[in-house]
């Protein structure tokens, strides 16, 4: 027979195997510097770990929170999804669950994602259509009867992501890229053909704006500028995927070069809003950025690390008509590391930038997620830099790639300064935690904004461990009472 001492005893042991068995470095969606199992961990600089919370996506792309926190991730061909997540003590990040956002579904979004500056609006692109919703991060959810197309006519094969950026600064501002159709597209070389070019687009017109014709133009001469980020100040950046397979003057040079690059677009107080701004040509299809100097010669002077060059020459085109008329990038990068985003961090200033890795080079390269070092509104490095990044993040053996390696692909930051990244390949959400004395240093506006948003967040998270404590207590007192029933069911059963 079943006193209710027994029962008791059966109760307290279910809760010790539970105070035993729950424990956060136990759980191994915990444990720091550990990656996926599909391929061997990352590496991680000192001053930084970093945590897996999940490989249950399909494609992630570009991810953004809202003004609740909710985590929205692009990249699905099924369509946008919210991500779910529980703070669970000592900083680490619980994946729950994905779900669709109703009404994202059937428009073939694949990689744009933004929000205004009020949070209130949602923006996500198609190769073809740059789309705004009524947004509400309370539940969240976008209003389907809201959808609008704000920018439209961008369909061409090739490149097909339409990155999108809204500013920090100007709520009536949507940035929209467009890249190449191809290797070399000859369509860049005309204007009204809309393509290689970076557009600002005002939210306050009504009807639906044309690509080609419409918006105040930032920038042209860029191949595919997947990744645009604003600095602190305002400050527009993007990150250019350069050319594949290039041959000079019939020498192969595609291993090393062009290089790829960080191109500055100014500031829209000084370029969109401006009267008559004439935007600068950054040089595709005629003009790229050297990284291996060894492989291009020029006759009459000396061509280094981040100086353009002709690609195709003839006596009134040459390498100085690249030097002299067209926009050089602010920093350039080993070729073929294929940035996709650039994002700057809100405490630090510095600009993260992932890099989804090579395909057209003998030796892999790239499969990293970096830092460009800012100091106020300039890269600390110079123009001609060939060091200009500091890697944060990266896959141990690059023979591997791109089968098993993470790829990055976008950036979020959340209050707390850690960096989450997806990687669409295998389907990661990485969170990055810098140490504190990562998130002071170099900062770009005050010494103290870093560090103080940090020691709320220790605040903050010790309240949640405190939660999560009383949440599994619960659940031992659940399991504990389903134990009892069991018990007491099979005593009837031997009774009867
Ligand atoms: C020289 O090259 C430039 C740039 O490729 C091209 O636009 C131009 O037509 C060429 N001129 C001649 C005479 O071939
Ligand atoms: C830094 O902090 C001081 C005082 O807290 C503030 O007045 C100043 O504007 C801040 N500087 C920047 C660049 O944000
Ligand atoms: C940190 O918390 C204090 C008190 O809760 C608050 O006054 C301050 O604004 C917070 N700082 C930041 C950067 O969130
Ligand atoms: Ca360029």
Redesign the pocket.
Known sequence: MFTIKSLLWVLIGFNQAFAVSWDPDMDPICKTNQGSLIYPSPSIADGYTYQLLTNQLNRPRDIIFDTNGNLLVSGDPDGIFVVRTREVGRGCIVYDEKTLLGGTSGLKLNHGLALSKDGGTLFASSPDIAYSWKYDPRIPSIDSSSRRKIVTGMNSEGHITRTLLTSKLYSDILLVSRGSDGNLDMDA?HLPKGKCMIKAFSLSKTEEQDFSTQGSLLGWGLRNSVGMGEDSRGGLWAVENSADDLQREGIDIHQNNPAEELNFLGNLKETAFKEGYVAPNYGYP?CFTTWDPRDIKNPTYDIGVGDQF????????TDS?CRDKFQPPRLSFQAHMAPLDVKFHPHTGNAWISFHGSWNRNVPIGYVISVVEFQGSEPKAPRNSDNSIKNIMWNGDTAACPGKCFRPVGFAFDTAGRIWVTSDSTGEIYIITPSHSSLSESPSRNDTSGSDTYSNFSRRHSAAATLVHGGVSLTRITVGVAVICVLLLGGRIALF
């Open positions: 070389k005629y002709a690609l195709v020459m003839n006596d009134s085109f008509t």
